[in-house]
C-alpha cells in the first residue's frame, strides 16, 4: 500500500512564504503529482500538477505566486508558496497517480497539512 507522507504546513503572515513537501513511500515511481487545497466552507479546488517529464499546471490561484517541482529519485513533490494571502489559508492535499503492472493506474492521497495565513 503507498502512502504519501507531507509536511511543510504550518503558520504564516500575509507576504510570507511556505514549502509543502511530499513523499512517496517505497520510492514509488509516480506518473504525475498534483497539489489541491480545501478552505472550510468550500469545495477542494486544484493549485497545481506536474508529470513525471516536468510538464507542470497550475490553478488560477496559484499563477504567478506558486511554483511545483519534484525529486524523482525521491519519489518527493514539492510545492514553494510565495507571497501568501488568508485567501490561501485551507488544507492542502497531495495526489499521486501511479501506474501498475493491471494497466489501471493508482490514485492515492496524502493526509493533508494546514497553511494558516494570518495577520
Known amino acids: 500500500q503507498v502512502q504519501l507522507m507531507e509536511s511543510g504546513g504550518g503558520l504564516v503572515h500575509p507576504g510570507g512564504s511556505l514549502r509543502l513537501s511530499c513523499t512517496a513511500s517505497g520510492s514509488t515511481f509516480v506518473n504525475t503529482w498534483r497539489w489541491y487545497r480545501q478552505a472550510t466552507g468550500k469545495e477542494r479546488e486544484l493549485v497545481a500538477g506536474?508529470?513525471?517529464?516536468?510538464?507542470?499546471s497550475y490553478g488560477d490561484s496559484a499563477q504567478g505566486r506558486f511554483t511545483i517541482s519534484t525529486d524523482n529519485a525521491k519519489s518527493t513533490v514539492f510545492l514553494q508558496m510565495y507571497n501568501l494571502s488568508p485567501d490561501d489559508t485551507a488544507v492542502y492535499y497531495c495526489?499521486?497517480?501511479?501506474?501498475?503492472?493491471?494497466?489501471?493506474?493508482?490514485?492515492?492521497w496524502g493526509q493533508g497539512t494546514p497553511v494558516n495565513v494570518f495577520s
Open positions: 495526489y499521486a497517480r501511479i501506474p501498475t503492472t493491471s494497466g489501471r493506474d493508482l490514485i492515492v
Open positions: 506536474i508529470t513525471r517529464g516536468g510538464v507542470t
